[in-house]
């Protein structure tokens, strides 16, 4: 079973500085048939203007993973951390009992594009951590590269929650195939591109949730990136 959430769908925040589109009900947007997925619980898909972002706020027994599309953002949080992510950088903070942070657009020029992904931890209380990992761009070229795990394994960041991420970025005609265990779930999520979905076409922000398959299979119509959650 395939349920298409159309990206004309998601809810929309956009003040001067940030343009949003959110798959899941957050802040003011509230759809009562679309508060999460499983334990997926937001996709923000944000643009950010030169030198502008968020101030520091902040944030409890969350995992938030941080994937940039262009642009750099830069972090820094009460737990002394200070970086700049880019594109193709994996950012992963616990935020466990508390913690704060500010996101920047680091360019003077050019905006961020981003996607920021929110997902309910295994437990509450957890020791606040930071983590951030580069993944080139050719490790994600026609395959299935992971990017978050329970584990940390292959590299990836490490997620207190059992779902594993991966990033794919697919050139036309690319086709690759990801098995999904008994009683697994998965969101795709289309960054950028147009891609089939076990033959269901999807484009640029859209998403889609999956059960009861064994396999999904995406098919690159044209150049794609894409984000596979597989969820307990």
Known sequence: MIQVRPSYERGHTKMGWLDSYHSF???????????????????????????MGFGFHPHRDMEIITYVLEGALEHKDSLGNGSVIRAGDVQRMSAGTGILHSEFNASQTEPVHLLQIWILPERQGL??????????????????RLIASRDGREGSVTVHQDVDVY????????????ALQPHRHAWVQVARGDVTLNGVPLQTGDGAAVSEEESITLRANVETEVLVFDLS
């Open 25 to 51: 009900s957050f802040g003011d947007y509230y759809d009562p048939k679309h508060v999460g997925f499983r334990v997926l619980r937001v996709i923000n898909d944000d643009r950010i203007a030169p030198v």
């Open 127 to 144: 020791p606040p951590s930071y983590e951030q990992r580069t993944i080139a761009a050719e490790e994600k070229r026609g395959r299935l």
């Open 167 to 178: 990033a794919a970025v697919l050139a036309p005609g690319d086709e690759v195939v990801h």
